[in-house]
């Protein structure tokens, strides 16, 4: 009762043919036929080898600086589509049409804003989340969850190594090189190790080893987002372990609830509100606007030019630190659409999975796509090929497809791979508006140009009103116009440019109150 149950019978050389499935309460559950054991002939699709090769892959993305870079992403996921030649793939009709609907968003993106050349390599970093779903063999893809745990436990050994030896260059960052996703991966490989120390009792003393190693780079990392997400995580495993914890969960709920307004009503916000937060919520903001405005996006990386427009208080930023809001930008709702789709189609599989067959495993999947899901939402983890892998195989690890010819599918992965390398290479260097102007300002000024300068610093002003840099150029023009004997425009220039400030700094966003830095446009500029 509720144990698994194999049955073999060898049936040629190529190795037994196993029937594994689940009795509950009289019931066959869940079961599914495997060929295992073999070298010979389909044996090697199913062997020991393409699991431990998917493990190796797995790692390998996550220790290549999470594959952040191109030329680490395409290496890593033409390796993946090299192995996928080898595996039984099948179709999920649902997680299908999410990658459809998240890689169309790209490319009319691309296509209507004038960002085509970033869609194929954005398409090759989301392709980590959506392929582990087609491979049907549920071995290999616990082989890949093995992976990932051996992974982020070698992330969390070269953070710990690089905070206590000063001659190892890694840090709380580790190889990723960013502290709050490297959390996140910390986070991962302690779940994993935890789970593992319950449930293989030979190796607990390693488990615990490697629990603690996780634990330690976590805290070292130091998201103060990870712990919300930790702790939504946990509620909802507590509802699904025991029916009453929801009311618990709802009661904790309203008391945060009335906490957060009783902060606000004695004028203590600013213990919510801080820098970090403020921050991001001034991006939201803006970005939230700026994707009501552009359904279908505005280009792939569209948001490092198109912020200095829209932005409603002093930044500069690559990223919206929101995964979900930096998908409606580059891809549009359809591309954010098609990934929160695929979120909720892993949640809801593994959720009834548990229910299935009661099996702690799937706590432990629900509790890893909870937490990288929410963690997202506050950051750019999105930008790591690895963060994406590790989301998509803790999805796929609860679904068996049926098992077809789908050798396509690695020869399509490979194609995506080789495009999103060769795309950097190919790609028309094309300065945005504000870089150009600054390096035309910047010539102008050091030739002597001053009148001319000041032209270009006004046009600068134009394109980035809330940018401090632009206000440094006009300044330091107009300083030179008194050595050069322009005094009455010097004077009526200054007052002009002191008005635009001030006019400038009362529009700001309210939270600028809370930032530690950068809160209004200051002048004189520094020199």
């Not at 993946?80 to 299908?96: E, R, W």
């Not at 392929?131 to 436990?153: A, E, H, Q, R």
């Not at 699904?240 to 203590?268: D, I, N, T």
């Not at 150029?473 to 010097?490: C, N, P, R, V």
Request: charge should be neutral.
């Amino acid at each position: 009762k509720g144990e698994r149950i194999a049955l073999a019978k060898n049936i040629d050389e190529s190795g037994p043919l196993w029937y594994d499935f689940y009795v509950q309460n009289g019931r066959v559950q869940d079961g599914h036929v495997r060929f295992g054991g073999g070298f010979v002939g389909n044996g090697i699709k199913n062997g020991p080898y393409t699991k431990t090769g998917a493990a190796i892959l797995c790692i390998a993305a996550l220790l290549f600086s999470g594959c952040y870079n191109s030329i680490e992403c395409a290496g890593v996921l033409l390796l993946f589509g090299a192995l996928m030649l080898f595996v039984k793939t099948g179709l999920s009709l649902p997680a299908l049409l999410c990658a459809g609907g998240c890689f169309a968003g790209f490319l009319i993106s691309g296509l209507t804003a004038g960002g085509i050349y970033g869609a194929p390599e954005e398409i090759m970093k989301y392709t980590f989340l959506f392929f582990p779903v087609l491979i049907s063999d549920l071995d290999i893809k616990k082989s890949m969850v093995n992976g990932v745990y051996i992974g982020t436990v070698l992330l969390s050994l070269a953070g710990v190594a690089g905070l206590v030896f000063d001659f190892v260059p890694s840090g709380a960052g580790s190889l990723i090189g960013y502290e709050n996703t490297m959390a996140v991966f910390a986070c991962v490989g302690a779940a994993c190790a935890f789970y593992f120390a319950v449930v293989d009792l030979p190796r607990r003393f390693l488990h615990g080893l490697s629990f603690l190693t996780c634990l330690i780079a976590m805290i070292a990392a130091n998201s103060l987002f990870l712990y919300f997400c930790i702790a939504a995580a946990l509620v909802v495993m507590l509802c699904l372990l025991y029916k009453r914890a929801w009311y618990f969960a709802a009661a904790a709920a309203f008391v945060v609830v009335c906490g957060v307004v009783y902060l606000f009503w004695c004028g203590r916000e600013g213990l919510l509100l801080t820098s970090t937060v403020a921050s991001r919520l001034i991006y939201w903001q803006d970005a939230a606007a700026l994707a009501a405005q552009h359904p279908f996006g505005i280009g792939v990386y569209g948001w490092e030019n198109a912020q200095y427009l829209c932005q409603s208080a002093v930044y500069s930023v690559k990223y919206v630190h929101n995964s979900l809001l930096q998908l409606a930008l580059d891809g549009g709702f359809a591309a954010a659409a098609g990934y929160l789709a695929f979120v909720i189609y892993g949640t809801v599989g593994v959720i009834k999975r548990y229910r299935r067959d009661r099996n702690p495993y799937w706590l432990l999947v629900l509790f890893l796509i909870i937490v990288l899901f929410l963690h997202a939402l506050f950051d750019f983890d999105h930008a790591y090929g690895g963060y994406l892998l590790t989301l998509g195989v803790c999805v796929g690890a609860a679904f068996d497809t049926k098992a077809g010819r789908g050798r396509c599918y690695g020869f399509i992965i490979c194609l995506i791979a080789v495009v999103g390398f060769c795309t950097p290479y190919i790609t028309p260097q094309k300065s945005d508006g504000v870089t150009a102007l600054t390096a035309q300002w910047r010539a102008a000024y050091d030739a002597g140009r001053y009148e001319e300068a000041y032209e270009i610093s006004q046009r600068l002003i134009d394109e980035a009103p809330r940018l401090q840099a632009s206000y440094d150029a006009a300044y330091l023009s107009i300083d030179k116009f008194d050595e050069i004997g322009y005094s009455d425009k010097y004077n009526g220039a200054l007052e002009e440019l002191r008005t635009s400030v001030d006019h400038v700094n009362a529009t700001m966003n309210p939270l600028v109150r809370y930032l530690d830095r950068h809160q209004q446009i200051i002048l004189p500029a520094s020199e």
